[in-house]
């Protein structure tokens, strides 16, 4: 079945650190791809997302390219700042069913 | 403001005793959703509905139910909560349920004494 693996975190990083979170995906055909941003207390928002091999996704300074040959959506961001803090979720959709989504990687950044 | 309203925000509860958390949004979407978010698990969908009347399982539905009576609102039931149910929910709705954006509310955190 579709599937969204996302590296384990925390992940704590200084401010202006470079940022890296990784994903990969199982799923036949083609999924959209998404990476979603949920703020302390807050719910979920969608960050970028991706819909065919090759797009790539940007927002808000952090960036992810939709990798069909090694089924990966990794997030990046050249500079993180503190306000980046969050959880993020990594997360598919095809069409006619459910997002799917990783399980979450805590960054935090100090300053 | 385009938004998804939760209510409530907090909850504290004892086994068994029926409970409903509300989940309202105002943009005029076909899809809504229900998710739990456990440390750990990150999200699982637990309900979903495409429209009107048309609800279906998710990945964890046992031990809720849902409606949809009308477009706007999709509420979720625990006819008789238990520990196991202690969890953050949130709700979520979409255009069409397809590949477009998910808007999510803020949140239930409910604790199952």
């Known amino acids: 079945g579709n599937s969204v693996t996302q590296m384990e975190g925390p992940v704590t990083l200084s401010e202006e650190a470079f940022l890296t979170i990784n994903c990969t995906y199982t799923?036949?055909?083609?999924?959209?791809l998404f990476w979603y941003v949920q703020y302390p207390g807050e719910g979920l928002q969608l960050l970028l997302k991706a819909t065919k091999a090759d797009d790539k996704g940007s927002n808000k300074g952090f960036e992810a390219t939709y990798r069909k040959e090694t089924t990966s959506f990794h997030l990046e961001k050249g500079s993180v700042q503190v306000s980046d803090s969050a959880v993020y979720f990594c997360a598919l959709t095809k069409a006619g069913t459910a997002l799917i989504f990783g399980k979450g990687t805590t960054l935090s950044v100090s300053s | 403001e385009a938004q998804v309203t939760q209510n409530p925000r907090y909850l504290i509860t004892v086994t068994g005793k029926k409970l409903t958390v509300t989940c309202s949004q105002n943009m005029n979407h076909e899809y809504m959703s229900w998710y739990r978010q456990d440390p750990g698990l990150g999200l699982r969908q637990i309900y979903y509905s495409m429209n009107v009347e048309v609800t279906d399982k998710g990945d964890v539905p046992e031990g809720y139910k849902v409606s949809r009576k009308e477009k706007r609102n999709f509420p979720l039931i625990l006819e008789s909560p238990s520990p196991n149910q202690t969890s953050l929910y949130f709700c979520?709705?979409?255009?069409?349920?397809?590949?477009?954006?998910?808007?999510f509310g803020s949140g239930t955190q409910l604790s199952v004494l």
């Open positions: 979520a709705s979409s255009l069409t349920g397809g590949r477009e954006k998910l808007f």
């Open positions: 799923a036949t055909g083609y999924p959209s």
